[in-house]
């Protein structure tokens, strides 16, 4: 099968979940895996659950990359997940080195909230639009955006992200996080901690 024919593995790296799915280069999804993150088990264990889903995939499908939305903050280039409030163990990870050295393909590091928006801008919802914001609530709160097509990152990928944005000063404080942030008060885990 010749490159043209094979696809691609994206992998959802969240603070409570990890979902690896292969799609064509329309944006279908072809097979998806998945499980928890368990976080508080640190990152090795959800870093061989990672590897053991692509490799799984790859048995089935010709696969020529893997593309990876993790929380931030990151560092997209260099493939390092530095140290994100949902993931709290996780310090300094050189997570596509980690993989790269398992599965043999190239692998790609991005913000979570960005890869969702330019997914979002280019096949989704915002394909007509000029300008899309995308934000996600989740585990954490993200968000990124894309103009004219193209994902605006910022210098050091954070331009979009909205999960530390001070709402309310007098809230009490969050580990990770500035007192009174937006992900404290309004994420999944904030409205499940207050329900």
């Excluded at 398992?102 to 639009?129: Q, R, S, T």
């Amino acid at each position: 099968m010749g490159w043209w024919g094979k696809m691609n593995i994206g992998v959802d790296l969240g603070g409570t979940n990890i979902r690896v799915a292969v799609m064509d280069d329309n944006g279908i999804i072809i097979e998806e895996l998945g499980c928890p993150t368990e976080a508080e088990n640190g990152p090795l264990p959800a870093i061989e659950k990672i590897i053991a889903m692509i490799q799984s995939l790859q048995e089935k499908h010709a696969v020529r990359s893997v593309g990876i939305g993790a929380p931030g903050p990151l560092d997209a280039k260099k493939g390092i997940i530095i140290e994100p409030p949902n993931l709290s163990s996780w310090k300094n990870i050189e997570l596509t080195k980690m993989i790269e050295s398992a599965i043999h393909l190239p692998v790609y590091l991005e913000n979570d909230a960005n890869a969702a928006a330019l997914a979002e801008a280019l096949i989704g919802a915002g394909k007509e639009a000029e300008s899309v914001f995308y934000i996600t609530v989740s585990t954490g709160i993200g968000g990124g955006y894309v103009y004219n097509g193209k994902l605006i990152s910022g210098a050091q990928g954070n331009c979009g992200e909205i999960g530390n944005m001070i709402v309310d000063p007098h809230a009490i404080d969050a580990p990770n996080l500035n007192k009174g942030a937006l992900e404290a008060l309004a994420s999944g885990t904030a409205i499940g901690r207050k329900a």
